[in-house]
């Protein structure tokens, strides 16, 4: 390491929301709260990592009050008395330590199974429908399912506002709900919900403008997008800079305040012809603060550890990152993997503890470290 660290560890302001740094934690499902409530164990989970010195936490993704929101086992939910007043615990937690943070809020989509918690009876929901052998597999969704979801959203963000958190982020990513609207393969509607990428993007739009009404004007809405899904690795929803921007604008006039980019490898240029990564293109075409994450202090990329492996992520130096951030590319820098294994990251690299900081592997997975 050579780099000077110190860009990560300037103070950002947003409206009400001030970070003691620019380190953010990743959201990343954890699967450790049974019946959809977080318990001490997460609590303390979150704490630690505010306790070391993570600016901002973002939430594993928490399922908004809707019957097809969750699609896999012990996710936290964020609705209901039990969920919430779980949820205000860890909040009073992080800010204890003198942490901040915000829930992800999430709707699996077309991704849930049959059979899945906690009524295995009801189907996916999602763009299209989905028929197999008789079976309705995913309920293409009518204007009243696309309204009744969109008001989920924002009845979960205003709870969130409600028990202290700082700011929400809407899960726009990786194939779930809202980019199943987003993306062409998954979304063939013949509606205003369909085709252009104007429609395409409609559900997004009327979720941040219900949210942004529900929450009121200062609040700070997220907003985390990815190229790629886990239906298909290598899909662009915006193939070009136009079209980025045509996906994006429409967005950040609804509300959003912050852009969480998500890509595998945060070094990667997205475009041809600049060295600009996916969250320097978003903050250049909307002028907004910008997240940036994808194997942040690792030399692994996370994908490898999806399927049972013996391979360790090995921790990587962060220069080309720490010059990023200095140069302004980004304004935020999201920390995944590196910060489950590893809870004091965030301290270790601000004291130039780079040989201490622990390596990734399946392991930290099984424990809430």
């Known amino acids: 390491m050579s780099a000077d660290t110190r860009p990560l560890f300037e103070s950002f302001e947003l409206g009400p929301l001030t970070l ?27 704490r630690r990592r505010a306790e070391s010195g993570v600016g901002l936490i973002i939430t594993e993704g928490t399922t908004i009050d809707h019957q097809a929101a969750n699609g896999y086992p012990n996710v936290p939910a964020f609705h209901g008395d039990e969920a919430l007043a779980g949820w205000k615990k860890v909040v009073e937690a992080v800010h204890a330590v003198g942490g901040k943070i915000a829930p992800q809020l999430w709707h699996v989509g077309n991704v849930r199974r049959l059979g899945t918690e906690p009524n295995g009876e009801v189907p996916g929901y999602g763009p299209m429908d989905k028929i197999k052998d008789g079976n309705k597999l995913v309920h293409g969704m009518t204007k009243q399912d696309i309204d009744d979801v969109v008001q989920a959203f924002a009845k979960a963000a205003k709870d969130a506002k409600a028990i202290g958190m700082d700011a929400i982020e809407l899960h726009g990513a990786h194939g779930y709900l809202i980019d199943q609207f987003f993306w062409e393969a998954s979304n063939q509607r013949d509606d205003e919900y369909g085709g252009s990428m104007e429609n395409r993007g409609r559900f997004a739009v009327e979720i941040v403008r219900a949210v942004r009404a529900a929450v009121g004007p200062d ?6 997008f990815s190229q790629w899904k886990q239906q298909d690795y290598t899909a662009r929803l915006a193939p070009t800079p136009e079209l980025l921007e045509q996906f994006l604008k429409p967005l950040s006039e609804a509300g959003v305040d912050i852009f969480h980019c998500s890509q595998r490898r945060f070094w990667e240029p997205e475009f041809e012809g600049s060295e600009l990564n996916l969250a320097g293109w978003a903050r250049k075409i909307t002028g907004k603060p910008t997240i940036t994450v994808g194997s942040v202090g690792l030399d692994g990329e996370f994908l490898e550890f999806m399927v049972k492996t013996d391979k360790v992520a090995q921790t990587q130096n962060i220069d080309g990152l720490l010059e ?18 590893d809870p004091q990251w965030a301290e270790k690299v601000r004291e130039g503890r780079f040989a201490d900081i622990l390596p990734f592997s399946r392991e930290a997975l099984k424990t809430l470290a």
């Open 324 to 341: 990023r951030l200095g140069k302004g590319e980004f304004d935020l820098v999201a920390v995944g993997r590196a910060l489950i294994v």
């Open 20 to 46: 003691n740094n620019r380190i953010v934690m990743a959201p990343m499902t954890r699967n450790f709260s049974p019946r959809g409530v977080p318990n001490e164990q997460v609590v303390e989970y979150y």
């Open 219 to 224: 609040y700070p809405i997220i907003f985390r």
